[in-house]
């Protein structure tokens, strides 16, 4: 099941925007502003790849592009209110990997993600990896195993959200492994990255994986 899950949500970032009549695609594009809606906030992936694109479609075709971040929720804030805007082609969200098991963790979903939403361009992939500061003690991962298994726990794992693709990573080995490390979701990467950073660790109780603290 859990590698299921796994497949299904590809790490990746994707383009979405409401569903439009084709009629609308027919007629000259862009002829006004096209808004980006970041739905993660500034310092993660998804935020400066939306502005890159948005800075080079702008040059390219003449129109102003613009980022909006319209965070929380895990992506879906920002993602619904590109579901709820007018079906014009001027309004898209870049997504990441928790869009796709957002229905499966969000009761209520204000959006349908197949009906509502239409794909428009996969725009880059990326890798996943553990880190940690510099200044902790592990040298490799199976240093962190160690100690994860001796205290059992006692370390934290940061990720972008509950549901994302480092959560799921993480708790399959961890059931793997047969250690326990405590889950710390983020609004988005760029919070996380900076507590990575500086070797602070947040409290559990903060309800907002790749990056292994401790």
Same mark, same amino acid.
């Given at each position: ?8 949500? %590809? ?7 409401? +569903?439009?009549?084709? &009629?609308?695609?027919?007629? @000259?594009?862009? !002829?006004? /502003? ?65 869009? %796709? ?7 209520? +979903?204000?959006?349908? &993600?197949?009906?509502?939403? @239409?794909?428009? !361009?996969? /725009? ?91």
């Amino acid at each position: 099941m859990m590698r299921s899950v796994l497949r299904a949500a %590809a790490l990746a970032t994707i383009a979405l925007s409401a +569903l439009a009549p084709m &009629t609308t695609w027919a007629q @000259a594009w862009p !002829t006004k /502003v096209v808004k980006f809606i970041s739905p993660f906030p500034p310092g993660g992936s998804v935020d400066p790849l939306a502005r890159l694109v948005a800075a080079k479609l702008g040059e390219t075709l003449g129109q102003p592009f613009i980022v909006e971040n319209k965070v929380g929720a895990f992506g879906s804030i920002g993602t619904a209110f590109v579901a709820k805007s007018p079906p014009d082609g001027y309004t898209y969200v870049f997504v990441f990997d928790t869009h %796709a098991v957002n229905p499966s963790l969000i009761p209520n +979903l204000p959006y349908d &993600t197949v009906k509502d939403l @239409a794909p428009v !361009t996969l /725009v880059g992939t990326a890798p996943m990896a553990i880190v940690t500061s510099a200044t902790k003690p592990y040298q490799n991962f199976g240093d962190v195993i160690r100690a994860a298994k001796a205290k059992p726990g006692t370390l934290s794992m940061g990720s972008v959200g509950n549901g994302s693709l480092g959560h799921l990573t993480m708790t399959l080995l961890q059931k793997s492994a047969g250690i326990q490390i405590v889950h710390v979701p983020y609004k988005g990467g760029g919070p996380m990255t900076q507590d990575v950073l500086s070797a602070r660790s947040r409290p559990v109780s903060r309800q907002w994986p790749y990056w292994l603290r401790s």
